[in-house]
């Protein structure tokens, strides 16, 4: 039976570490996810280029993750006669918000007077009962007020495999839990040490205060009041109540032995 048990304890030990470790490789491969971009031109004519920055891949809605969108407007050449060129960003899948994660509208505008200028935005999948394998973003774009045409395939964004976008939000959840654990076990932990701390000074004063009467009196006498004040500065008097008043109550009772170590006290100085 103890065989048996430590087998199974050992078993589960290893799943857990293969679990805790397939999610923290999750967790890495997310953050490495984060900054695989690409950039492709959207819009060139002479001088002038208009780019998308955005992510190879993405997780699906349920991670509830956003993503930054750059477009950069570039122009190398000299001025002659100012354009101003508008582009517009739709799809049917995807989000399009700001920093805060409020939804805003995906237009972009730039005139040829800039040299060099960049606006940014976030994506994120909106929340559908279908898992969608890619996300496209179609781009639209007027020069002067008029329609130009630009890119014949729409801008394409892949998405994880549906397991992987599961575990991704497992991992994320895991992390979560494990730091709620770890601060309520820190906080137990912390309660239980205190508490022990303070059954051992109960415990070390108590038996002080019994060790007293093998002492001489007045010895005795300077031992307690020094306890007594170590007791109230650790405001321990209710769990030592009992000890008190019996050493109060055989002081009390000791009138004259006091005198009597008095008196002798007086005669050794003397």
Same mark, same amino acid.
Request: aromatic letters at 12%; hydrophobic letters at 45%; proline letters at 3%.
């Given at each position: ?9 050992? @078993?589960? !030990? ?18 490495? %996810? ?10 060139? @004519? ?14 699906? $809605?349920?991670?509830?993750?956003? !993503?930054?969108?750059?477009? *950069? ?11 101003? !060129? &508008?582009?517009?960003? %739709? ?22 007077? /800039?040299?060099?200028?960049? /606006? ?12 969608? /394998?890619?996300? +496209? ?11 130009? *045409? ?20 497992? #991992? #994320? ?30 415990? %070390? ?7 007293? #009467? $093998? ?21 321990? &008097? $209710? @769990? ?20 009597? #170590?008095?008196?002798?006290? +007086?005669?050794?100085?003397?």
């Amino acid at each position: 039976m103890g065989i048996a048990s430590y087998r199974i304890k050992i @078993d589960l !030990y290893v799943f857990v570490v293969v679990i805790v470790g397939i999610l923290f490789g999750v967790r890495v491969y997310n953050a490495w %996810q984060k900054t695989n971009y690409t950039t492709e031109v959207v819009f060139r @004519d002479g001088d002038i280029q208009i780019s998308l920055h955005y992510p190879v891949k993405i997780l699906s $809605s349920k991670n509830d993750a956003s !993503y930054p969108l750059i477009l *950069s407007f570039s122009y190398t050449g000299d001025i002659t006669e100012p354009h101003t !060129y &508008e582009i517009f960003l %739709q799809s049917s899948t995807l989000l399009f918000v700001d920093a805060k994660g409020s939804e805003l509208t995906p237009r972009f505008q730039f005139t040829s007077d /800039q040299m060099f200028f960049e /606006q940014s935005m976030y994506v994120r999948p909106y929340l559908s009962k279908e898992y969608h /394998q890619k996300h +496209l973003i179609d781009v639209s774009m007027l020069v002067d007020g008029k329609p130009v *045409s630009i890119q014949s395939q729409p801008v394409e964004i892949a998405v994880v495999s549906h397991l992987f976008s599961f575990l991704s939000l497992a #991992a #994320a959840s895991f992390l979560e839990i494990s730091i709620l654990g770890a601060l309520v076990t820190w906080i137990a932990n912390a309660i239980d040490t205190a508490l022990n701390l303070r059954k051992e000074l109960i415990i %070390q004063i108590r038996n002080e205060l019994n060790s007293l #009467a $093998s002492l001489p009196y007045l010895e005795r006498l300077r031992t307690f009041v020094t306890l007594e004040e170590q007791i109230r500065s650790y405001d321990l &008097e $209710s @769990d030592l109540m009992r000890e008190l008043q019996q050493m109060r109550i055989s002081f009390a009772d000791s009138e004259r032995e006091f005198m009597r #170590a008095v008196g002798e006290q +007086l005669r050794q100085e003397g």
